[in-house]
């Protein structure tokens, strides 16, 4: 008789108003104050997380400021300092990486952790998800606290976290689907939005309860691959497992200018800025790129280009040298209101040596060595190229949300385009 296989055991983990609590946990004159972290503190700057006092008076992320403190004249606002999330990110991920080495980071403050075979059960997963609740508290921040699921499945267990409170846990074992089921709205469903509840409700579907038991080729005639995908998540069928960290494709940053400008040395500045962060993530990586893209957003419209390179590149400036080529030829001196960088075709270094040396790949392997070894030991842009001089003031670090990264917590592998 074969082994039986074991069920899976899944733990998703999602910090409670991460970057607001952080901020709470670093200054304790704000603690049980509403507080919102900004990006910008302008009246029209956007709150992109809000503390749970904040939250119960309603003031929710993507809030303006203006209309926040109309809500609650009394809310603090800070704005965002993403170093400290990244520093508090890496003990809570030092502490998950005691229970598993399986383990998916969904983004800087949630992640899915697989306690198959380290756990008995679903009763002793919950002690676990207690334990990590207890040691975040003790060993990164007592205001810290965690909202975690447990399910047999990735997309359950999420969703288990996500319709619990604040630092509480949720079991959800297949014999308590049916109730929760009924418990939960549509738009609580982890991928439905008002307007996929729209196109439901049309096909007859108004609970979570109406879409587990619609018939899947009905759902698949009109909705596609979509529509076995909700229907499998909810009736317990895994479909990815957890994400295990793999090579990018492509890697690239962007930054949205909190003015529009046609000023080509303000450009120039934001440009070398996000060459510089691309090039240390594709150095970190050990990988080069034989291509590159430039895209810029502006009221008119946007505009896009991109160019193969005949030899592979990671130097920082090098990348600069090529945007700027492809920027001069092809900008119309229209406001631009965003820039993005991104580079493709990677590889691994091949450690050849172009034929003439003005085509050399990287002239100055020792200088940007030395210069990454700097930054890493002494913070971001303890040093820099002077190109990049005033940028830290006008291209503020900052942090995007759903990236993928190592499981072992570093924020120099964050993958894609990252929106600043």
């Not at 508090?88 to 229970?99: E, Q, V």
């Not at 050990?286 to 193969?308: D, F, M, N, P, V």
């Not at 030395?370 to 006008?394: C, P, R």
Request: hydrophobic residues 35%; positive net charge.
């Amino acid at each position: 008789m074969p082994p039986t296989k074991l069920k899976s055991i899944i733990l998703h983990i999602d910090m409670n108003s991460y970057f607001a609590s952080v901020e709470q946990q670093a200054n304790p004159f704000l603690r049980g104050r509403p507080v919102g972290v900004c990006a910008y503190l302008s009246d029209n700057g956007c709150i992109i997380a809000s503390s749970i006092e904040a939250k119960e008076v309603g003031i929710k992320v993507g809030l303006r400021v203006k209309d926040a403190r109309a809500i609650d004249p009394d809310i603090v606002i800070i704005q965002n300092d993403p170093a400290k999330y990244r520093s508090t990110t890496k003990k809570i991920f030092s502490i998950l990486n005691r229970y598993t080495d399986d383990i998916e980071p969904y983004s800087i403050d949630e992640a899915f952790l697989d306690l198959t075979g380290h756990v008995k059960n679903l009763n002793e997963a919950h002690q676990k998800a207690q334990e990590i609740q207890t040691s975040i508290k003790r060993d990164v921040g007592e205001w810290l606290g965690a909202s975690v699921g447990i399910s047999f499945t990735r997309f359950l267990a999420k969703l288990a976290s996500d319709c619990t409170g604040p630092n509480s846990i949720l079991l959800l074992p297949k014999r308590k689907l049916a109730e929760f089921y009924e418990s939960i709205e549509l738009t609580d469903i982890w991928g439905i939005n008002t307007r996929m509840e729209v196109r439901l409700n049309h096909l007859g579907i108004y609970t979570p309860t109406d879409l587990h038991d619609y018939p899947v080729a009905n759902l698949m005639q009109s909705l596609g691959k979509m529509g076995y995908h909700f229907w499998a998540n909810l009736n317990g069928v895994e479909l990815t497992g957890l994400q295990k960290p793999s090579t990018p494709k492509s890697i690239g940053h962007s930054y949205c200018l909190p003015r529009k400008t046609s000023d080509n040395s303000y450009h120039r500045k934001i440009l070398m800025k996000l060459c510089e962060k691309t090039g240390r993530r594709l150095r970190h990586n050990k990988l080069e790129a034989r291509g590159l893209g430039l895209y810029w957003r502006y009221i008119q419209g946007g505009y896009s280009t991109h160019k193969t390179l005949p030899y592979p590149i990671n130097d920082s400036a090098k990348i600069f040298g090529e945007v700027m080529k492809l920027f001069h030829q092809n900008y119309q001196r229209y406001p631009i209101t965003m820039l993005a960088v991104s580079v493709f075709r990677l590889q691994p270094p091949s450690g050849q040596l172009a034929l003439f040396p003005t085509e050399n790949k990287i002239e100055t392997p020792d200088l940007v060595k030395a210069l990454d070894q700097i930054n890493n030991v002494y913070g971001e842009h303890s040093i820099f190229w002077g190109t990049m001089w005033d940028t830290t003031k006008n291209s503020p670090d900052r942090i995007g949300f759903r990236k993928t990264v190592a499981s072992k917590w570093d924020s120099s592998q964050e993958l894609q385009v990252v929106s600043e």
